[in-house]
C-alpha cells in the first residue's frame, strides 16, 4: 500500500503561482510512476501532469504545458507541482496519484493510489 497526502493548495490571482507538494508512505516509492490530475465541480477527473519513476521523463495536458513542471524527489518521497501563471480555469481540487509502474499513462484507471486532494482557487 501507498499512502499519498498532498499540500500546498490555497487561494492566489490570476497570473499568480502555487507549488503542491505529495508526500509518499508505504512501498518503495521510487519505483512508482506518479502523476497530477484535478477536478474541478461538475466535470470528470483530469489528467495535469506526470512523471516516470526515474524522473527523466514528465507528461503535460497541452493545457498547462509551459506553466506546470512536475518533479519528484525520491531521497523523500516527494513529487511536487509548481504551477505558474495560473489561470481561472485551473482551479479545481487536485490530486496526486500513484502506480506501481515505470511507464505514466493519462488514465484515471491507470493509477492505483489516489491521495485526498487539494484545494486551488484561481481568482480574478
Known amino acids: 500500500q501507498v499512502q499519498l497526502v498532498e499540500s500546498g493548495g490555497g487561494a492566489v490571482q490570476a497570473g499568480g503561482s502555487l507549488r503542491l507538494s505529495c508526500a509518499a508512505s508505504?512501498?518503495?516509492?521510487?519505483?512508482?510512476?506518479m502523476g497530477w490530475f484535478r477536478q474541478a465541480p461538475g466535470k470528470d477527473r483530469e489528467f495535469v501532469a506526470g512523471?516516470?519513476?526515474?524522473?527523466?521523463?514528465?507528461y503535460y495536458t497541452d493545457s498547462v504545458e509551459g506553466r506546470f513542471t512536475i518533479s519528484r524527489d525520491n531521497a523523500k518521497n516527494a513529487v511536487y507541482l509548481q504551477m505558474n501563471s495560473l489561470k481561472l480555469e485551473d482551479t479545481a481540487v487536485y490530486f496526486c496519484?500513484?502506480?506501481?509502474?515505470?511507464?505514466?499513462?493519462?488514465?484515471?484507471?491507470?493509477?492505483?493510489?489516489w491521495g485526498q486532494g487539494t484545494q486551488v482557487t484561481v481568482s480574478s
Open positions: 512523471i516516470r519513476w526515474s524522473g527523466e521523463t514528465t
Open positions: 508505504g512501498r518503495t516509492f521510487s519505483s512508482y510512476a
Open positions: 496519484a500513484a502506480v506501481d509502474y515505470y511507464y505514466c499513462s493519462p488514465s484515471v484507471s491507470f493509477f492505483d493510489y
